[in-house]
């Protein structure tokens, strides 16, 4: 192998990964990482299935879809957690987000610990959301370049007020201290991260000549930090990976500038060589 992979099992696999840990721990090699369970609370915008408190604005009788039962989704999640794994779940829209909140909040008043909740994707959130995500420590794991084909979609499919209140909040969650991590979502769309960094700082949809939600959008310093370390810590991995630091793996690469405004400039910055373990991978 010659990338590194941190895995999630399905969340109703618990007690298999569990016993899984306890005999090989999480760290199966240098490559593969057992990092915890996984689980969906909604489904998706593009599909009219994320899960809100108001009705869809082309629908207005759907509210979205709730995939997994809630009771079923909080006596796992309280299972998992005893057991000692790290749980991811998806969520979307701002009641989905709001539900995955409420559950992780009364799991983590079994005794604290370095829990690392995670929710996936953290698209739409209700008003008061993003300062849940930093007030009770969840990461959000969020994808920039599903912005790209949700703002034209969001602002049909919510409405333009909700859309441009609560959708992406990227300097909001950094605000209100909440751990971001940024990435791809591949294969559903590209992996290059330097596309991912330039959308996170300029949220500039196709076709159109302002950002989207300008006040969204975040410092090259910041989104390298929430590709980088931040990724990093979301997967209990920072003492390995994430920085250029003495005892860590030497997986790094080599930029064509270091100049920030290079960065918003499509084209302007691309990847000279990359290094995996210290050893030149690319080209």
Known sequence: MRIRVCLFFPLE????????????????????????????????????????????????????????????????????????????????????????????????????RDRRFRIEHAQHLAPGAAVRFGDQGIVASVQPQHLLGDADSAIKKLGMDRAEKGSYLFWSLLASNAKLALGSDWPVVDINPLHDIRISMKRMPPGWDKAWIQSERISLADALIAHTISAAHACFLENDLGSLSQGKLADFVILSTDLWEDFAAEGSAFIEATYVSGVQAYP
């Open 13 to 112: 696999t618990w007690s298999s990964l569990a016993d899984l840990i306890k005999k090989t721990g999480h760290a199966v090699s240098n490559w593969v990482y057992l990092g915890g369970v996984k689980a969906f609370a909604d489904g998706s915008l593009g599909s009219n299935s994320a899960l809100f408190h108001e009705p869809y604005a082309d629908e207005p009788d759907n509210y979205g879809l709730q995939v997994t039962e809630i009771e079923s989704l909080f006596n796992m999640t309280m299972a998992s957690d005893k057991s000692g794994l790290q749980v991811a779940i998806h969520a979307i829209g701002d009641r989905a987000n709001d539900l995955v909140l409420d559950i992780y909040k009364s799991v983590a008043t079994t005794g604290m």
